[in-house]
Nanobody, 117 residues
């Protein structure tokens, strides 16, 4: 059974940093593309960062230069380092894995990030 478990969310002041982790089980981790999505209150879920199985990385303009995604295939974990956080980064952050050979998707339950003074 595939499980994605996010951790590391919390309350942080504007300008602060957080590091999110997503631990995967039940998957051959290196054979999955991994993503972080986020959903702010009243808004649609959107991509925050992605890293392919080959290590190619993508960011939307809204987080470019502030967020860094990385993966550790030995630990079956993907990370999201978030720096210079803004109130508009407040959202539930979700981890998603996409199996490369057939496109099967799995999602975690999310972790809440609140950026507020």
């Amino acid at each position: 059974q595939v499980q994605l478990v996010e951790s590391g969310g919390g309350l942080v002041q504007p300008g602060g940093s957080l590091r999110l982790s997503c631990a995967a089980s039940g998957v051959i981790f290196s054979r999955n593309h991994m993503y972080w999505y986020r959903q702010a209150p009243g808004k649609e879920r959107e991509l925050a960062a992605g890293i392919t199985g080959a290590g190619n990385i993508m960011y939307p303009d809204s987080v470019k230069g502030r967020f860094t995604i990385s993966r550790d295939n030995a630990k079956n974990t993907v990370y999201l380092q978030m720096n210079s956080l803004k109130p508009e980064d407040t959202a539930v952050y979700y981890c998603r894995s996409t199996r490369i050979y057939d496109g099967m998707d799995y999602w975690g339950k999310g972790t809440l990030v609140t950026v507020s003074s």
